[in-house]
């Protein structure tokens, strides 16, 4: 089965730097699973996945915007300053290294503080860099309707555990 907007594809990747250095890897994370079409991953990838098969391995080049974005287009979040170690001096510019979910991290940079407010933009160690992905299609599946519906994979139980002949 080719890989089509809305079936469940999962890969193995390696995300590397224009110089060959290896940033991050399904070999340290495991393998992803998704939805293909629905933004689960970055954006250039999503695009160039179509039409690939169970076990074909492709090698891409991705610009910023097609891969952990520009700089200037970070996201941005508001921050309560109470979420700020106390000592902490806040003013525009001044950047932290924050841990987000999965064990990732990111950069917050404060862009504006307005009372107790902080905004923050929230920077991927790779925004504003062109990366290499290799990647390995595992498994290709058509979606579920609620997968399809959703956007997102799930899980099937495991089978019930055999009985034994007693």
């Known amino acids: 089965m080719k890989i089509a907007a809305g079936s469940v594809v999962t890969i193995a990747y390696d995300i590397c730097t224009e110089d060959g250095e290896i940033v991050e890897s399904s070999e340290i994370s495991g393998p992803v699973t998704f939805v293909q079409g629905k933004g689960a991953i970055i954006p250039g990838l999503d695009a160039k ?80 860099k062109t990366v290499d992905m290799n990647v390995t299609v595992h498994k290709v599946r058509e979606a579920t309707p609620a997968e399809r519906e959703s956007g997102k994979v799930i899980p099937t139980p495991p089978p019930p555990p055999a009985k034994s002949a007693a």
Do not use: C, W, Y
């Open 49 to 128: 996945l179509v039409g690939m098969e169970e076990g074909e391995e492709r090698t891409f080049t991705f610009p910023p915007e097609e891969a952990f974005g520009r700089l200037e287009d970070a996201p941005r979040k508001v921050v309560n300053r109470k979420e700020f170690p106390k000592d902490t001096e806040l003013q525009k510019g001044v950047s932290f290294d924050a841990a987000i979910r999965g064990g990732h991290r990111i950069r917050l940079e404060v862009a504006e503080i307005a009372g107790d407010d902080v905004t923050v933009r929230m920077i991927h160690p790779l925004a504003g």
